[in-house]
């Protein structure tokens, strides 16, 4: 009788054979002791490095550092010539006289609150030769402070004709403003762009202030300015030479 199994065939796996290879399997993934204290394998390029190699290294750097550092200028920063020595940095007492004349005073605090008004009427007052007038040659600047204050309080609605031509805009209010500041933005555009020769007192401001709040509120056109306006404003004007406080805008002693 011939056999009815078929010749084995080495590649295949014999089916007939009775061994648990899930067992066997997991017997091989078992780590035995001596594995455990082998030391683990690397991977490729984080092999370390021999003591040997890391030490000559350091050393070589170490030493080339130091001649690089000794010998040249390499590490040399220093932009001064050689005998520089700097010099006492100006303590906060000298950044400008705290006291002085009146006009300078309010002139300089204006500058700053005349940043509200730069980007109308430009950095210079020149304004922008066709929608926003300029500051500078306008009579309504120059003119009765009472009329100046209260555009500047209240804002404009045109028509109005500053030096020889018509604009017909509108300007926003720049209230609110204390009376100093006030003071101050008028003392600037009348000598900075202009030349005046007086300043705007706080105390004229102030009465200009009160104008304000005693008018209904909205923009102001040429009609009422010139109406109810067309004057100066009250108050005790200050010599523009009286020398005051920087700080408080107040007369003070001069040193
Ligand atoms: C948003 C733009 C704008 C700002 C900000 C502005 N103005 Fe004006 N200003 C105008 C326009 C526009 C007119 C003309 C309005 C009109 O046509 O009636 C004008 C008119 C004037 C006038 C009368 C005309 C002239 O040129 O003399 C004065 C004075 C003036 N502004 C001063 C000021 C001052 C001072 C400030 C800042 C505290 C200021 N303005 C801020 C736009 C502005």
Redesign the pocket.
């Known amino acids: 009788m011939a056999d009815s199994r078929q010749p084995v065939d080495p590649r295949r796996p014999d089916l007939e054979d009775s061994t648990n290879v899930v067992k066997e399997h997991s017997n091989l993934l078992e780590t035995s002791a001596a594995q455990a204290r082998e030391k683990r394998i690397a991977e490729t390029g984080m092999e370390p490095i021999s003591l040997w190699v890391f030490l000559a290294s350091a050393i070589v750097l170490l030493v080339g550092g130091g001649v690089l550092g000794a010998g040249g200028k390499l590490f040399s920063y220093n932009p001064h010539p050689q005998d520089y020595t700097r010099p006492e940095f100006a303590s906060d007492a000298d950044t400008g006289p705290t006291i002085g004349p009146v006009l300078e005073a309010l002139t300089k605090r204006g500058k700053s609150?005349?940043a509200?008004?730069s980007?109308?009427?430009g950095s210079t007052g020149s304004?922008d030769g066709n929608?926003?007038?300029?500051?500078t040659g306008?009579d309504?600047?120059t003119g009765n402070t009472e009329r100046?204050a209260q555009?500047?309080l209240n804002g404009?609605?045109?028509?109005?004709n500053?030096a020889g031509k018509t604009?017909?805009?509108?300007?926003?209010p720049?209230a609110p403003l204390n009376a100093a500041e006030l003071a101050a933005?008028m003392t600037f555009?009348r000598n900075e762009f202009n030349d005046v020769g007086e300043i705007v007192s706080i105390e004229q401001a102030a009465s200009a202030i009160e104008i304000y709040q005693a008018r209904t509120p909205g923009l102001i056109t040429v009609k009422e300015l010139n109406a109810n306006h067309d004057k100066m404003l009250e108050g005790e004007a200050l010599d523009p030479a009286t020398i005051v406080d920087f700080e408080t805008l107040k007369p003070a002693a001069p040193e």
């Open positions: 609150i005349y509200k008004c980007g109308c009427h304004g929608q926003f007038p300029p500051l306008s309504w600047v100046l555009i500047i404009l609605s045109g028509p109005i500053v604009y017909n805009g509108i300007m926003p720049q933005v555009i």
